[in-house]
Nanobody
Framework: QVQLEESGGGLVQAGGSLTLSCTAS????????MGWYRQAPGKQRELVAT???????NYADSVKGRFTISRDNALNTVYLQMSSLKPEDTAVYYC???????????????WGQGTLVTVSS
């Protein structure tokens, strides 16, 4: 099994910046994809950004140009640099990983516990 531990959430003023980190640990053979999702109060969980092993990225339209996802494969860590934050970015941010524990296994999804980001106006 793989566990994901997030850090970096907190309270920030509108226009400010924040960086989230997420580290995967456990039995890991490879992690083809990692990413961030978020869930605001009363809303469904939505994709924020994803990054695959080949460096391909995908961003929600609402964060393009403001958020940057990056990854340190050696550390099994994914980052989300958030800038020009807006009150509507307020949400619990969840880390996601799609991983294989061995070359024989099927791919599995893992989720972090979530970290709260609050943007004040």
């Amino acid at each position: 099994q793989v566990q994901l531990e997030e850090s970096g959430g907190g309270l920030v003023q509108a226009g400010g910046s924040l960086t989230l980190s997420c580290t995967a640990s456990g039995t890991i053979f490879t992690i083809p994809g990692m990413g961030w999702y978020r869930q605001a109060p009363g809303k469904q969980r939505e994709l924020v950004a994803t990054l695959n092993n080949g460096g391909g990225t995908n961003y929600a339209d609402s964060v393009k140009g403001r958020f940057t996802i990056s990854r340190d494969n050696a550390l099994n860590t994914v980052y989300l640099q958030m800038s020009s934050l807006k009150p509507e970015d307020t949400a619990v941010y969840y880390c996601h990983a799609y991983y294989y524990s061995s070359y024989k296994d099927t791919g599995t999804d893992a989720w972090g516990q979530g970290t709260l980001v609050t943007v004040s106006s």
